[in-house]
C-alpha cells in the first residue's frame, strides 16, 4: 500500500515509519504522497486512537527534503514544493487524534520541520535538530521558520535558522523542543507507553485540547473562544456524562468516544 513507509497498529497506536534509511529517509515526493495517504488513515479508521511517526534504521528520523529533487524547479514549482509540504504538516499538526515524532537520529531540513509539526517530540540520545538549509541558499518552506520560533523561542531560533547549526538531543530538551530523550532501544516503548494513558481519556476531549491549544498559534483566532467552545461541545458527549459519573461513583471511567 505504501512505496515509502511501514506502518503497524497496533493497541490503536498506529506507527509510521519512514523507510529511505539508505538516504536517511530524506522526504521526496513519494513520501510526501504517502504520508498523506497515511493521513487518511489517522484522520478515518475508527481502530486508530493516536500516532507515532519515526524513521527506519539507527541513524536517522529524516535528513531533509531530499535535496536531489530541488535540481532544475522553477520558481512556481518551487513554491508550490513549499505549499505542498507546509499543507501537508498541517495536516499532522491539525490531526484530531495525537500524533508524537519519535526522533530516533538526524531530525534535519524538512525532517525538524515534520518532527516540529508533530504535537509532541520525544528523541533518543543521539538525535540532532536542525535547519541546515543556509548551507544550500535556502531558508525552510516546510513551516520550519514559523514552529522553531514557537518551540524554542525566537532568540534560539534565529541562531540556529541563520547558522545553520545542529542541537543536539540534551539541549533540544532544555529548549522544550523534545519533552523526553531516552536511550534509542527505548524510544518506541516509552512514546507507547505515553500513548497509551491518553488513548485511555476521552478521544473528543483529547482532540479538543490539540485543536485549543494550536488555535495560540492561529492568528485568524481567538484561542479563548475556542477554548469556551471546545469546553461546551465536551459537556454534550456521552463520555463526559461517564467522566463525571465514574469520579463521582468512584469507579475508572469507560470512554466510547461519543
Ligand atoms: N537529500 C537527499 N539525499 C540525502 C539527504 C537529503 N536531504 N541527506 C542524506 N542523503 C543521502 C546522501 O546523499 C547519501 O546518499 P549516497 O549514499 O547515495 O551518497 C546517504 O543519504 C547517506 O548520507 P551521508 O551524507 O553519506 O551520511 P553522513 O553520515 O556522512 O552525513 C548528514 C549525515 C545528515 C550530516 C548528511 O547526510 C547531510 O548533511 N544531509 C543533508 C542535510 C540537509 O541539508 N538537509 C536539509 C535539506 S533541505
Same mark, same amino acid.
Given at each position: 500500500?505504501?512505496?515509502?513507509?511501514?506502518?503497524?497498529?497496533?493497541?490503536?497506536?498506529?506507527?509510521?515509519?519512514?523507510?529511505?534509511?539508505?538516504?536517511?529517509?530524506?522526504?521526496?515526493?513519494?513520501?510526501?504522497?504517502?504520508?498523506?495517504?497515511?493521513?487518511?488513515?489517522?484522520?478515518?479508521?475508527?481502530?486508530?486512537?493516536?500516532?507515532?511517526?519515526?524513521?527506519?534504521?539507527?541513524?536517522?528520523?529524516?535528513?531533509?527534503?531530499?535535496?536531489?529533487? !530541488?535540481?532544475?524547479?522553477?520558481?512556481?514549482?518551487?513554491?508550490?514544493?513549499?505549499?505542498?509540504?507546509?499543507?501537508?504538516? !498541517?495536516?499532522?499538526?491539525?490531526?484530531?487524534?495525537?500524533?508524537?515524532?519519535?526522533?530516533?537520529?538526524?531530525?534535519?531540513?524538512?525532517?525538524?520541520?515534520?518532527?516540529?509539526?508533530?504535537?509532541?517530540?520525544?528523541?533518543?540520545?543521539?538525535?540532532?535538530?536542525?535547519?541546515?538549509?543556509?548551507?544550500?541558499?535556502?531558508?525552510?518552506?516546510?513551516?520550519?521558520?514559523?514552529?522553531?520560533?514557537?518551540?524554542?523561542?525566537?532568540?534560539?531560533?534565529?541562531?540556529?535558522?541563520?547558522?545553520?547549526?545542529?542541537?543536539?538531543?540534551?539541549?533540544?530538551?532544555?529548549?522544550?523542543?523534545?519533552?523526553?530523550?531516552?536511550?534509542?532501544?527505548?524510544?518506541?516503548?516509552?512514546?507507547?507507553?505515553?500513548?497509551?494513558?491518553?488513548?485511555?481519556?476521552?478521544?473528543?476531549?483529547?482532540?479538543?485540547?490539540?485543536?485549543?491549544?494550536?488555535?495560540?498559534?492561529?492568528?485568524?483566532?481567538?484561542?479563548?473562544?475556542?477554548?469556551?467552545?471546545?469546553?461546551?461541545?465536551? !459537556?454534550?458527549?456521552?463520555?463526559?456524562?461517564?467522566?463525571?459519573?465514574?469520579?463521582?461513583?468512584?469507579?475508572?471511567?469507560?470512554?466510547?468516544?461519543?
Amino acid at each position: 500500500m505504501y512505496e515509502t513507509l511501514i506502518t503497524s497498529l497496533e493497541n490503536g497506536i498506529f506507527t509510521v515509519t519512514i523507510n529511505r534509511p539508505d538516504k536517511l529517509n530524506a522526504l521526496n515526493r513519494q513520501v510526501f504522497t504517502d504520508l498523506n495517504k497515511a493521513l487518511d488513515e489517522i484522520y478515518t479508521n475508527k481502530e486508530i486512537k493516536s500516532a507515532i511517526v519515526t524513521g527506519a534504521g539507527a541513524k536517522a528520523f529524516v535528513a531533509g527534503a531530499d535535496i536531489t529533487e !530541488f535540481n532544475g524547479l522553477t520558481l512556481e514549482e518551487s513554491k508550490a514544493l513549499a505549499k505542498n509540504g507546509q499543507d501537508t504538516f !498541517f495536516r499532522i499538526e491539525r490531526s484530531p487524534k495525537p500524533i508524537v515524532a519519535c526522533v530516533n537520529g538526524f531530525a534535519l531540513g524538512g525532517g525538524c520541520e515534520l518532527a516540529m509539526s508533530c504535537h509532541f517530540r520525544i528523541a533518543s540520545s543521539n538525535a540532532k535538530f536542525g535547519q541546515p538549509e543556509v548551507n544550500l541558499g535556502l531558508i525552510p518552506g516546510y513551516g520550519g521558520t514559523q514552529r522553531l520560533v514557537q518551540l524554542i523561542g525566537k532568540g534560539r531560533a534565529m541562531e540556529a535558522l541563520m547558522s545553520g547549526g545542529m542541537i543536539d538531543a540534551n539541549t533540544a530538551l532544555q529548549y522544550g523542543l523534545v519533552n523526553y530523550v531516552v536511550p534509542q532501544e527505548e524510544l518506541l516503548a516509552k512514546t507507547k507507553s505515553i500513548l497509551d494513558v491518553i488513548n485511555s481519556k476521552a478521544p473528543i476531549a483529547v482532540a479538543k485540547c490539540i485543536e485549543s491549544a494550536n488555535a495560540v498559534f492561529d492568528e485568524t483566532k481567538n484561542g479563548y473562544e475556542v477554548e469556551i467552545n471546545s469546553f461546551g461541545d465536551c !459537556f454534550g458527549t456521552d463520555d463526559m456524562k461517564e467522566g463525571t459519573n465514574a469520579f463521582l461513583e468512584k469507579r475508572k471511567a469507560i470512554f466510547t468516544g461519543k
